[in-house]
Structure formats: structure tokens, C-alpha cells
């Protein structure tokens, strides 16, 4: 486990190479090109090989989309606690985004001309949701529900299914109630494949959304620009910036519940201003870890996937979030540090305030999408948002008296530009008014 210190000359290298670029190994890249080119060329039959091969279960094509009576089944089947919270989770995240909806305008610019901007629904998105050992029911209400606000018209997902060919019936019972009723038994880079470059019992989307492991984050990378893609998830991170007025306890029960995502790979930032206080969070992370189901993944991830980074005053805490970019970032400080640290970090997925906001309120309920960028990305990359499923199309309506003020400028860019012709597509509607 790294121990870094903020001022030492060596740190940015050190803390460099903890967070890594993001970039998937050669055999990764290898591997996702061949699958992709596969289910290019042989649509079905790939899909359905590559599920028998890594899902460990054999699928005919009519199997692959699940009948709306068994995704109607799954939700009539759930306890009334899951129901419960299922739907006051997906309160929570519609009433969020509904606040985020992004409106058209329209004005006049200095020329008198109206100019203005519209926003239209994506016509097919795809969501990926993971399955597996930790089947992320979470993850449908944080995609399907940002598309459902935002007015795609239509909407699928794919979601792999276990060694019995059957899916997680919470995650069916999610999609259900979230009104998806397009769902695939489909999971990986064929998944993504099939989403983007359609085949005959997947219809291509126009842009695919949903985390996935580094194979599935590499395919989205790979077919981006085939098809769009929402962001370039990688495994899971969260950054605690404490003080002495945090709970010990607290700080180490949120590095648990962030180790326990499972794939080894999760990174764990812890920063304070005393040692000694780092020493009792970690101390405090590693007994809860044997009280805990998945204790042995999580204490393994505490001792190979934690970064200490000890800075001189906890003001200096924002350079080394804005340096990480976090996924997730608690601010367990005093109050009038929270403001000034709050106002001060510019590149976390998000921020979790105060003491009682632990993370897992943003990965369940809170109402901001749990989909979030990470490796650094959070320097240019946003969380999953309702504009993420709209195209914006601007518009212009010129007249003559707007055109004339106009002319001048397109003319002088015309000659600078040497594209006359561009000149000329004006001067002809002052020459020849209609």
C-alpha cells in the first residue's frame, strides 16, 4: 500500500503510476478486435458461440431476446421490500434528472438574424447491465430511467445470463418497472458488438450506455464512432478526504463498501493530514472486512488497491483531487473546509458531502446517475445525464436586412479562406432580392 507524501518531490510520479492511464492491455485490445470482426461477419452465430464460450450456457437465437411475460413475472414476483425500493429509488433519480431536462431558446444575434438551439431524443439507445456474482440492478434505474426522461423512443438492453441460461430476476424486475421491455441474454463485447453493428435478432442502437468490465469498456471504445458511446467506465474508485472531526469508523466502513465491487482493480484514495488518523481509518477498514461476506475480496483490495496521501493541511486536499479526478469523493472535513474544498475540486464524478453521505447513497438513490467517469477521465468526462441521451441541433433564419450586416464578414472569410464560391452563395441574395 502506497503512503504519499503531497510535497515530496517524487509524489506526481508515484501518484501517476497508482492511478495508471486507462489504456486496456494488448491482449484486451487483441481480443475485443477479434470478437468484434466475428459478430460483424457472422452476426447470431457469433454472439451465440461467444456466450456458450465465456457464459457457459448454449442459446438458439429465438432464446436470445426474453419474452415481456417473463420480464412481467420477474416484477410481480418481487417482495414488497424490493418493490419498495425500487420505487422510491427510481423517485429519487426521474426527480433528479427531470430537473436536469436541457431546454431550447432561441434569439437574436448581432446581426438581427434569429439563431437558437433544439434538443430531440436519440431514436434507439442499447444499455448494458452487468451480471455475474454482483448482478448491478442498481445500474438499470441509473441508464433507463435518465432515457425514459429524456423521451428515447426506443429503448433495449442486453444483460448476461448465468451458466442456466437465466438472468438475475431483480434485474428483469428492474427493466419491468423502469418500462423496458426489449431485453437481451447477452453479455460481454458481443453484447456491445451486437448493439452496435446490429445483427439479425439484435437490431443495431444508436448508442450504447452502462459499465462494464475492461473487455466491454474496450469494445465501446473500439466501435465509438459506429456507434456513440455514454463514457469509458473503468473499475470502480472512490477518494475520502478526512479530517480529525471524521468518524474513523465511517471512513473505513466506505473504503470496505468501495473494495467490495469485486474485480481486484478498485482504487481506493484516502487523504488526510495526520498519519496517525489515516492509521485508525485503515485499521477501522480492515476489522470491518472480517465481519463482512465478501471480507477476504475486500481486505485483499484494502491492502494492494489503497492509496494514502498525506498532505500538510487539508486545504491542499483539492490539487490532489483535481490531479486523481476521482469517480467518487467524500469531503469528511469540518464544515467551512467542506465549502472551500467543495468549491475548489473541479474534476470528481461527484462529491459526497458532509458526514452522512456515504457513496453508496449516490450508488443507489440519491438521483444523480451512479455512472460516472473514471481513471482521470473526469477531467474531460461528465456523469451520465439526461443530455447524454439528446442530440442538440442548432438552428439559423437569416433576412435581407440581417444578411446585409452580415456580408461584410462572410466575404472577408471567403477571401481568406480562398472558397469564392462561399462568397458567392451570399452576394447572390443581396444581388437578386426574392
Not at 469508523?249 to 487523504?271: P, R
Amino acid at each position: 500500500m502506497p503512503v504519499l507524501q503531497a510535497n515530496a518531490p517524487d509524489f506526481l510520479a508515484r501518484l501517476r503510476a497508482f492511478v495508471g492511464n486507462g489504456e486496456a492491455s494488448t491482449d484486451v485490445r487483441t481480443t475485443v478486435a477479434s470478437i468484434i470482426a466475428d459478430v460483424r461477419d457472422r452476426g447470431d452465430t457469433a454472439v451465440l458461440a461467444y456466450t456458450k464460450k465465456f457464459d457457459h450456457v448454449q442459446l438458439s437465437a429465438k432464446q436470445l431476446r426474453i419474452p415481456e411475460a417473463r420480464l412481467k413475472l420477474a416484477a410481480q414476483q418481487l417482495t414488497p421490500a424490493k418493490r419498495k425500493a425500487i420505487n422510491e429509488a427510481a423517485r429519487c433519480v426521474t426527480d433528479f434528472h427531470r430537473r436536469t431536462l436541457p431546454k431550447g431558446w432561441s434569439a437574436k444575434n448581432p446581426h438581427g438574424a434569429t439563431v437558437g438551439e433544439r434538443h430531440h431524443a436519440i431514436q434507439r439507445c442499447g444499455l448494458y447491465i452487468p451480471g455475474g456474482q454482483v448482478p448491478l440492478v442498481s445500474t438499470v434505474l441509473m441508464t433507463a430511467l435518465p432515457a425514459k426522461v429524456a423521451g428515447v423512443p426506443e429503448l433495449c438492453a442486453c444483460t448476461p445470463p448465468g451458466p442456466d441460461g437465466q438472468i438475475n430476476p431483480d434485474i428483469l424486475a428492474a427493466l419491468y418497472l423502469c418500462g423496458i421491455k426489449e431485453v437481451y441474454a447477452v453479455g460481454g463485447v458481443q453484447a456491445i458488438a451486437a448493439l452496435a453493428l446490429g445483427t439479425k435478432s439484435i437490431p443495431a442502437v444508436d448508442k450504447v450506455f452502462g459499465p462494464g468490465n475492461a473487455y466491454v469498456t474496450e469494445a465501446k471504445r473500439q466501435l465509438f464512432g459506429v456507434v456513440g458511446v455514454d463514457l469509458l467506465p473503468g473499475p470502480s474508485e472512490v477518494m475520502i478526504i478526512a479530517d480529525r472531526t471524521a468518524n474513523p469508523v465511517f471512513v473505513g466502513a466506505d473504503l470496505c463498501a468501495q473494495a467490495e465491487h469485486g474485480s481486484g482493480k478498485e482504487k481506493l484514495y484516502l487523504v488526510c493530514d495526520q498519519a496517525a488518523f489515516a492509521d485508525r481509518c485503515l485499521a477501522s477498514a480492515h476489522a470491518q472486512a472480517l465481519t463482512l461476506s465478501h471480507g477476504a475480496k475486500i481486505t485483499k483490495a484494502l491492502e494492494k488497491m489503497t492509496c494514502v496521501i498525506l498532505v500538510r493541511k487539508i486545504s491542499e486536499a483539492a490539487r490532489v483531487a483535481n490531479l486523481v479526478a476521482p469517480e467518487h469523493l467524500e469531503l469528511m472535513v469540518a464544515k467551512r473546509e467542506e465549502a472551500k474544498l467543495s468549491a475548489a475540486i473541479t474534476t470528481a464524478g461527484a462529491l459526497l458531502l458532509g458526514h452522512e453521505t456515504p457513496t453508496v447513497l449516490g450508488d443507489f438513490t440519491a438521483g444523480p446517475s451512479h455512472t460516472l467517469p473514471t481513471g482521470g477521465t473526469g477531467r474531460f468526462f461528465s456523469g451520465l445525464r439526461v443530455a447524454d441521451f439528446l442530440r442538440r441541433t442548432s438552428f439559423v433564419r437569416y433576412d435581407q436586412r440581417s444578411l446585409a450586416k452580415a456580408a461584410s464578414v462572410v466575404a472577408a472569410f471567403a477571401g481568406m479562406e480562398s472558397l469564392d464560391a462561399h462568397g458567392r452563395s451570399l452576394q447572390i441574395r443581396l444581388a437578386k432580392k426574392r
